[in-house]
């Protein structure tokens, strides 16, 4: 392991750099043939008001792979991550345009644990709606 | 109906080897946007002290799930797949998927709850390499929505 960030370095409450994440109709495309999950409510708009969905709607996983990158752009190493979990509190609804949606994620460090680990806690939102609950990861650093 | 409550504990023989190729790491990893190159070039990986490219934290995802189809599709239990929604994912790594791997799940039943007319499903799946390390567990929460009234 050689994460970047130092224990030492880190308090509870440090703050991680937030990042933004577009995420248009063509990103859900190319997303569901890489993870294999083709639901048609993450392409198509008439299935997914059928089922009673305001619009197609991002994968969940692929929130939660974007979320996670808080994480690992900060530590460099993304081998160094020992948890993550995440809640689908509310679904990234991605309109047919050109902007798409904004994922906008934020973490900071609750918890120093033993063993050079930390526990961050990890906020992500869009369009003003929290769409990750209790979105943890535990991360082992230098 | 909810689901039968003698169906917790209950696991699934382990699934025949998926095998984690260099190539499937890197399109999984363009199509979240992921830059970092221990991804995509043995090299940086292995200044990281991993032997080869390593796979982004949730793409072991893909292969829990589908191993978790085992669950999902017993008749006996007869879950109603097209009323599911995805609640809540948690993983915990022993070391991350990498390149060569071949990795087997072996599925469980932990949870099942009935609340408010949902269903609740948690599954387990843990993931092992061909040497029986473990890797990675993965734990999926379905929520299979009431049915209307009629």
């Known amino acids: 392991m050689a994460a970047k960030i130092a224990y030492d370095d880190v308090e509870v409450g440090t703050e991680l750099p937030a990042q933004t994440f577009p995420v248009t109709r063509a990103t859900l495309v190319r997303y569901a043939g890489a993870s294999g999950d083709f639901n048609p409510i993450h392409w198509n708009e008439k299935f997914a008001k059928e089922v009673g969905l305001p619009d197609v709607i991002a994968h969940g996983m692929f929130t939660m792979a974007e979320a996670i990158r808080v994480v690992t752009d900060w530590t460099g190493d993304p081998g160094a991550v020992v948890e993550y979990g995440v809640r689908f509190t509310k679904p990234v609804v991605v309109p047919n345009d050109d902007q798409g949606a904004l994922i906008e994620v934020s973490g900071k460090v609750a918890a120093k644990l033993d063993d050079n680990a930390v526990r961050v806690d990890l906020t992500a939102t869009s369009d003003g709606q929290k769409v990750l609950g209790m979105s943890r990861a535990v991360v082992r650093l230098a | ?150």
């Not at chain 2, 490219?53 to 097209?82: C, H, K, N």
């Open chain 2, 1 to 150: 109906m909810a689901l039968d409550q003698s169906f917790v504990g209950r696991t699934y023989p382990p699934t025949a080897p998926y095998e984690v190729g260099r190539e499937k790491i890197r399109e999984f990893a363009e199509a979240v946007g992921e830059t970092n190159p221990v991804y995509t070039d043995p090299e940086a990986a292995k200044a990281f002290g991993h032997p080869d490219v390593i796979a982004p934290p949730t793409f072991v995802f893909s292969i829990t799930f589908r191993a978790a189809g085992l669950v999902i599709e017993d008749p006996q239990l007869g879950l109603d797949y097209s009323r599911v929604v995805h609640g809540d994912q948690k993983f915990a790594y022993s070391r991350p998927v990498r390149a060569g791997d071949r990795l087997t799940v072996t599925s469980a039943i932990e949870g099942i709850k009935s609340l408010a007319g949902n269903d609740i499903l948690d599954i387990r799946g843990e993931v092992h390499d061909e040497a029986g390390e473990h890797v990675v567990t993965a734990w999926t929460k379905l929520v299979a929505r009431a049915a209307e009234e009629a």
